[in-house]
């Protein structure tokens, strides 16, 4: 099970964020991720848990989903751009 981080240990792991964006999803949508994400640990004997990956590093897994639907979170899940994050690409 994950665990989230509070505003407070974000702060104070990581400084102050630049933005946050905010993630949401309709039920259907989370309903065929869930059951995608259970058959792993299903066929695993629960040695596996299964999340989103990508890129950002975003981590839904099934109790996020649950803690969503039932209404104990606003979001899926929030992703956090620090200034450290911020790079520049110069095109050659």
Do not use: N, W
């Not at 792993?40 to 969503?68: F, N």
């Amino acid at each position: 099970m994950s665990q989230r981080m509070t505003m407070d240990e974000v702060l104070k792991e990581y400084g102050v964020p630049q933005i946050k964006l905010d993630v949401h999803a309709t039920r259907s949508e989370l309903l065929k991720l869930r059951e995608k994400l259970m058959a792993i640990r299903d066929l695993s004997q629960g040695k596996e848990q299964g999340y989103l990956d990508i890129d950002c590093k975003l981590y839904i897994d099934v109790d996020d989903i649950d803690r969503y639907l039932s209404g104990e979170l606003d979001t899926v899940g929030e992703i956090y751009a620090f200034p450290d994050d911020i790079k520049s690409y110069k095109e050659e």
